[in-house]
């Protein structure tokens, strides 16, 4: 009896709508499908964990790839909806109790609500969902609800990335390479729906974050911020002097009279009437440039954390980074940018390259403020004569040496001078800005190892042979012809302001 129920409950959510040859477009939503998902909630709040009963049925039914999933997708207008068709999934996706029956089958289901989630639209959806939460943490308005949502959107990602166990007859067959990508590609959609860490940094100031370690923080901070509120401040003073000007010349339009005209040679013009309207008529404005008008790109300025407890936190974070996890992430990033993955976009190119241009700023910073340990970074000189001559194993540049070796460079080079090449079909200047801000700082960075370890020590004997390699290449794809290339077609137009 309580199975016909459940049967009642998952036919009266609605019917997948497909087109003429089969292919699902929308979803039909049922008259009382939401009630119908709210009960379903309660039959798996009630579900034995030892038998689970009311979860094996589900799976067996398909409930997920055929009414859950396609509800997520094509019902997003109806957040509830979506909320507690998210519920559900997080309820089916529990990790099964050791002392529970059938652990195997209950396994087999688990991996077959991966796929389904994997395969869909479903985590960019979910992703989405915590939109909301997070501009409320931003404003500092972050409610119970918000908190709520965020739990049960981890509590999800955790569930199905718990989902790594198959069984022996599953290892020996074909199911495990099977597993293991759908296991690889759901890592790889997190990573792609979650770029933290181009997030956290996004806006900041490595240098406000190195000096939230300084004694005199407090003070510098302070005077920082002040500054650039009142140069906002200033600005927003101009911009409406100005537009006030504009509106009494409009508000006195009416007034007449005899005034004259000065001209740039010198000779004076009587003029009678409106003086606003004369102007128009008189003055005639210069002739435009033939050919296609230029544009002026203005710079978005920062606007950083200023409050002491966030730089600390950031300060933190990012040494915790560097530590170890930094390294390993862009080599494995820069290698797929290299390989041209077909998932690599030109906009995840640039997310890289602000992530490593903030990253090096930031070990720049911390070392133009203070003096490296010269003893750790002499006793590592030459300890390895077979070493890779172009890649840093010390203290100063050795945390970010994923980001600072010969391939990065040449990446970087590569992709800059395709991005100049092409500009006048793509406009894709924020590629441009992103590649020569990074190729800035991490030349910056070798300038600085030279100039304060001794010269017999590794870090500065690598980045002299880097320096060499860059600028001493004179073919059309080195760095130096670039450079020159960039200097003759420099427009004081596109500049920022």
């Given at each position: 009896?309580?199975?016909?129920?459940?049967?009642?409950?998952?036919?009266?959510?609605?019917?997948?709508?497909?087109?003429?040859?089969?292919?699902?477009?929308?979803?039909?939503?049922?008259?009382?499908?939401?009630?119908?998902?709210?009960?379903?909630?309660?039959?798996?709040?009630?579900?034995?964990?030892?038998?689970?009963?009311?979860?094996?049925?589900?799976?067996?039914?398909?409930?997920?790839?055929?009414?859950?999933?396609?509800?997520?997708?094509?019902?997003?207008?109806?957040?509830?909806?979506?909320?507690?068709?998210?519920?559900?999934?997080?309820?089916?996706?529990?990790?099964?109790?050791?002392?529970?029956?059938?652990?195997?089958?209950?396994?087999?289901?688990?991996?077959?609500?991966?796929?389904?989630?994997?395969?869909?639209?479903?985590?960019?959806?979910?992703?989405?969902?915590?939109?909301?939460?997070?501009?409320?943490?931003?404003?500092?308005?972050?409610?119970?609800?918000?908190?709520?949502?965020?739990?049960?959107?981890?509590?999800?990602?955790?569930?199905?990335?718990?989902?790594?166990?198959?069984?022996?007859?599953?290892?020996?067959?074909?199911?495990?390479?099977?597993?293991?990508?759908?296991?690889?590609?759901?890592?790889?959609?997190?990573?792609?729906?979650?770029?933290?860490?181009?997030?956290?940094?996004?806006?900041?100031?490595?240098?406000?974050?190195?000096?939230?370690?300084?004694?005199?923080?407090?003070?510098?901070?302070?005077?920082?911020?002040?500054?650039?509120?009142?140069?906002?401040?200033?600005?927003?003073k101009q911009k409406k002097m100005k537009l006030s000007r504009q509106r009494n010349v409009v508000r006195h339009s009416q007034f007449s009279g005899t005034f004259t005209r000065l001209a740039m040679?010198?000779?004076?013009?009587?003029?009678?009437?409106?003086?606003?309207?004369?102007?128009?008529?008189?003055?005639?404005?210069h002739k435009a440039q033939k050919g296609p008008s230029k544009k002026i790109l203005w710079d978005h300025e920062r606007l950083p954390s200023m409050k002491d407890d966030i730089l600390e936190l950031?300060?933190?974070?990012?040494?915790?980074?560097?530590?170890?996890?930094?390294?390993?992430?862009?080599?494995?990033?820069?290698?797929?940018?290299?390989?041209?993955?077909?998932?690599?976009?030109?906009?995840?190119?640039?997310?890289?390259?602000?992530?490593?241009?903030?990253?090096?700023?930031?070990?720049?910073?911390?070392?133009?403020?203070?003096?490296?340990?010269?003893?750790?970074?002499?006793?590592?000189?030459?300890?390895?004569?077979?070493?890779?001559?172009?890649?840093?194993k010390g203290g100063i540049c050795g945390p970010i040496a994923a980001s600072m070796n010969e391939s990065m460079f040449l990446l970087v080079i590569s992709r800059w001078q395709n991005a100049f090449?092409?500009?006048?079909?793509?406009?894709?200047?924020?590629?441009?800005?992103?590649?020569?801000?990074?190729?800035?700082?991490?030349?910056?960075?070798?300038?600085?190892?030279?100039?304060?370890?001794?010269?017999?020590?590794?870090?500065?004997?690598?980045?002299?042979?880097?320096?060499?390699?860059?600028?001493?290449?004179?073919?059309?794809?080195?760095?130096?012809?670039?450079?020159?290339?960039?200097?003759?077609?420099?427009?004081?137009?596109?500049?920022?302001?």
């Open positions: 009896m309580e199975m016909q129920g459940l049967a009642g409950i998952c036919v009266g959510l609605g019917t997948p709508e497909e087109d003429d040859n089969g292919n699902r477009i929308g979803y039909n939503k049922g008259a009382n499908c939401s009630d119908n998902l709210k009960d379903l909630l309660r039959f798996l709040r009630r579900d034995d964990p030892q038998t689970r009963g009311v979860f094996k049925q589900v799976c067996k039914w398909n409930t997920v790839g055929k009414d859950l999933i396609p509800i997520i997708q094509y019902c997003q207008d109806d957040r509830n909806l979506v909320l507690n068709a998210v519920k559900v999934l997080v309820f089916l996706t529990m990790p099964i109790e050791p002392s529970s029956s059938d652990i195997w089958l209950q396994v087999e289901y688990l991996w077959g609500l991966k796929a389904a989630i994997t395969l869909s639209d479903t985590i960019p959806v979910v992703v989405s969902l915590l939109e909301g939460p997070l501009e409320n943490l931003d404003r500092e308005a972050f409610t119970e609800d918000d908190w709520k949502l965020v739990q049960l959107v981890l509590t999800l990602f955790r569930n199905v990335l718990a989902i790594h166990d198959f069984s022996m007859l599953q290892k020996v067959g074909e199911s495990a390479s099977q597993f293991l990508s759908l296991r690889d590609r759901f890592l790889e959609l997190l990573f792609h729906e979650n770029k933290f860490f181009h997030y956290i940094f996004l806006g900041q100031e490595p240098e406000l974050i190195v000096n939230a370690r300084l004694k005199d923080f407090k003070v510098c901070g302070s005077s920082t911020s002040l500054d650039i509120l009142k140069s906002i401040m200033k600005e927003e040679d010198g000779s004076k013009t009587v003029c009678k009437g409106n003086p606003s309207s004369a102007s128009q008529i008189l003055l005639k404005p950031l300060h933190d974070f990012l040494n915790q980074f560097l530590s170890g996890g930094y390294n390993d992430l862009m080599e494995s990033i820069r290698e797929d940018i290299e390989k041209e993955h077909h998932a690599i976009q030109n906009s995840d190119i640039v997310v890289f390259f602000q992530v490593a241009q903030f990253v090096t700023s930031f070990q720049y910073h911390k070392y133009f403020t203070s003096k490296p340990n010269m003893e750790k970074d002499n006793s590592q000189a030459f300890s390895d004569e077979y070493a890779d001559d172009t890649s840093f090449e092409g500009l006048k079909v793509t406009h894709d200047y924020k590629f441009l800005s992103a590649a020569g801000a990074l190729m800035r700082i991490m030349i910056r960075m070798l300038d600085l190892v030279l100039k304060l370890l001794p010269g017999d020590s590794k870090e500065p004997l690598t980045a002299r042979i880097l320096l060499y390699k860059l600028f001493y290449d004179q073919t059309d794809q080195g760095m130096t012809q670039f450079l020159l290339s960039l200097i003759k077609s420099f427009d004081t137009h596109k500049q920022t302001k």
